[in-house]
């Protein structure tokens, strides 16, 4: 679901500082509100199936599908 990867201006302003976490994930996660559908889809898949989420960063923690998989729990309860 590429249409859920941060914008390239996200992503770019980001640059993996972790100093920037928190606001990238605000801004990701505005970005994300704009897809409901696909938000769906994928929550629907999840109880269906494993999900693994891809990221192309070197750091484990602060990475988009982190932040995704954040975005997705706060939003399941």
């Known amino acids: 679901m590429k ?5 390239n201006e996200l992503r770019k ?3 993996h500082d972790d100093a920037k976490w928190e606001e990238f994930q605000r801004r990701y996660f505005k ?3 704009q897809h409901p559908d696909l938000i ?5 898949k999840s109880r269906e ?5 891809l990221y192309a960063a ?11 998989e954040n ?7």
Do not use: I, M
Not at 40 to 44: A, Q, S, T
């Open 3 to 7: 249409e859920l990867a941060p914008s």
């Open 13 to 15: 302003w980001f640059g």
């Open 31 to 33: 970005e994300l509100k």
């Open 40 to 44: 769906d889809e994928l929550r629907k």
């Open 49 to 53: 199936h494993k999900l693994t989420l």
């Open 58 to 68: 070197r750091d484990e923690v602060h990475n988009n599908a982190a932040a995704l």
């Open 71 to 77: 975005y997705l729990e706060r939003k399941s309860h």
